[in-house]
């Protein structure tokens, strides 16, 4: 039985499309089949094209809630439709906790978890309205799941959104589904500003255990699964999209001898520090 996903004739919304991992979403889209609108301040540098098709930018800026509301009031009138928000625009510059105040970092809560919460609530009506429902793809991060030094607000804001979408998947149902995709490392054109040249890159992703940082191109493959009829029984799912995750800091840490029993730990399976004993 084949897999493919036909989205032809509906219509996916992504904020923040114009590059990286936005972009590699709306490409997958239009692969897929759908119309594509891309949103952002800026235009993309060229344009966002797939499959011999080309995704439609209209500027906004998120934090403007008046200016949301009037985006997907006018995306109603001009299309009659709406199958999939993906909530996709954020970011934060890296800034430990003490050397900003709380205004600066409650900016970047607002881009990362108020913007999709606005987005949302504003999309709401048109995507209820369509003949199979709508989607709605919240752009997390495993920023979320674990400490977040250096982007604290950043990690808080898409813990926030994960708790968000899963209390928003059981309030719109079954009109509305809800999931997140939780990311780790994504390989974009800003890739040299984190990880420095290739080889850096390269170092980053051996910490993976798939061995490298994830391509747009796998986050958007993800993103069309959960906006399918493939993915009709999922809403307030969380999907990780991070490659395994990261190797926990202990294996490396620890010193372990040689094995002297068959069922000993071993220097490549080492017994975690909280596993129980036997008696």
């Not at 992703?205 to 061995?211: E, K, Q, R």
Request: glycine share 10%.
């Amino acid at each position: 039985m084949s897999l493919a996903l036909d989205l032809s004739g509906r219509l996916a919304v992504v904020t923040g499309g114009t590059r990286g991992v936005g972009a590699g979403i709306a490409r997958a889209f239009l692969q897929a089949g759908a119309e594509v609108v891309i949103c952002a301040r800026r235009p993309p540098d060229a344009p966002v094209t797939a499959a011999g098709r080309t995704a439609h930018f209209r500027p906004l800026d998120l934090r403007d809630q008046a200016a949301v509301r009037a985006f997907f009031a006018r995306l109603a009138d001009d299309y009659g439709r709406l199958d999939c928000l993906v909530n996709n625009a954020g970011g934060t510059p890296y800034r430990l906790l003490g050397e900003a105040d709380a205004e600066r970092h409650a900016r970047v809560v607002a881009l990362n978890l108020l913007a999709p919460l606005t987005a949302s609530l504003a999309a709401y009506e048109v995507l209820r309205s369509g003949p199979a429902g709508g989607a709605v793809l919240m752009i997390g991060s495993v920023s979320g799941t674990r400490p977040s030094p250096g982007t604290a607000a950043y990690g808080a804001a898409k813990a926030g959104l994960d708790h968000l979408a899963r209390s928003m998947a059981v309030e719109w149902a079954p009109d509305v589904r809800v999931n997140t995709l939780v990311l780790g490392m994504v390989r974009t054109e800003l890739s040299a500003l984190h990880y420095g040249d290739e080889a850096g890159v390269a170092a980053v992703g051996a910490t993976v255990p798939l061995g490298r940082l994830a391509e747009p191109a796998e986050i958007g493959d993800a993103c069309v699964f959960l906006a399918s009829d493939r993915a009709a029984y999922l809403t307030g799912a969380s999907l990780f999209v991070h490659g395994g995750g990261e190797r926990p800091a202990f294996l490396d840490a620890a010193t372990v001898n040689h094995p002297t029993a068959p069922d000993a730990a071993t220097a490549d399976h080492p017994t975690p520090p909280d596993a129980p004993k036997d008696d």
